[in-house]
T-cell receptor
Framework: AQTVTQSQPEMSVQEAETVTLSCTYD???????LFWYKQPPSRQMILVIR??????QNATENRFSVNFQKAAKSFSLKISDSQLGDTAMYFC??????????FGTGTRLLVSP | DTEVTQTPKHLVMGMTNKKSLKCEQH?????MYWYKQKAKKPPELMFV???????INESVPSRFSPECPNSSLLNLHLHALQPEDSALYLC???????????????FGPGTRLLVL
């Protein structure tokens, strides 16, 4: 069975600092996507960044970047220059089989002034 | 534009009521999804429609009845729900142009359902 593990239930960071959220996964697929979704208090699930497994280059979206280590099955999210609006629950997810997303249990991030 | 809309935003219903949730996307996506999410938990997949046909049903109780009238619309009909069905119901869509494990799902804002 496919699994996604987020070992940090909660993290906190001060504004303007950098924080890294961890994620490991297990899959038997050879080609797949990995995702980070953000869910703020409004509870809208927002796509932050995605990584194509066959691409060695780490994905980057503005202040958000990933460290994708395929052999180690690790997919961490780095948030640079943290902002108050980054306060949210962050879910790591992978595609497994046909159209099914497997989510981790989430990491609650609190950004404080 | 990656917008998925859902109505209503909030819904309160009694256990004998019949209500419907609506989801709409205009991105030309051919797959649409219903998820249920309890507080502080990840979303749980309920149903998947591909090309307007039900392709995945995750053993959801029959009091939840999905419907896909066309490629842009997805409904979830609710009948005789239980208080434990209170949750956030999320709709998502994906293009269905790539292989199944390369699809990117885009979520709507959700409907918060309270069953009394």
């Amino acid at each position: 069975a496919q699994t996604v593990t987020q070992s940090q239930p909660e993290m906190s960071v001060q504004e303007a600092e950098t924080v890294t959220l961890s994620c490991t996964y297990d899959t038997s697929e050879s080609n797949y996507y990995l995702f980070w979704y953000k869910q703020p208090p409004s509870r809208q699930m927002i796509l932050v960044i995605r990584q194509e497994a066959y691409k060695q280059q780490n994905a980057t979206e503005n202040r958000f970047s990933v460290n994708f280590q395929k052999a180690a099955k690790s997919f961490s999210l780095k948030i640079s220059d943290s902002q108050l609006g980054d306060t949210a629950m962050y879910f790591c997810a992978s595609n497994t089989g046909f159209q099914k997303l497997v989510f981790g249990t989430g990491t609650r991030l609190l950004v404080s002034p | 534009d990656t917008e998925v809309t859902q109505t209503p935003k909030h819904l309160v219903m009694g256990m004998t009521n019949k209500k419907s949730l609506k989801c709409e996307q205009h991105m030309g996506h051919r797959a649409m999804y219903w998820y249920k999410q309890k507080a502080k938990k990840p979303p749980e997949l309920m149903f998947v429609y591909s090309y307007e046909k039900l392709s995945i049903n995750e053993s959801v109780p029959s009091r939840f009845s999905p419907e896909c009238p066309n490629s842009s619309l997805l409904n979830l009909h609710l009948h005789a729900l239980q208080p434990e069905d209170s949750a956030l119901y999320l709709c998502a869509s994906s293009p269905l142009t790539s292989g199944g494990n390369q699809e990117t799902q885009y979520f709507g804002p959700g409907t918060r359902l309270l069953v009394l």
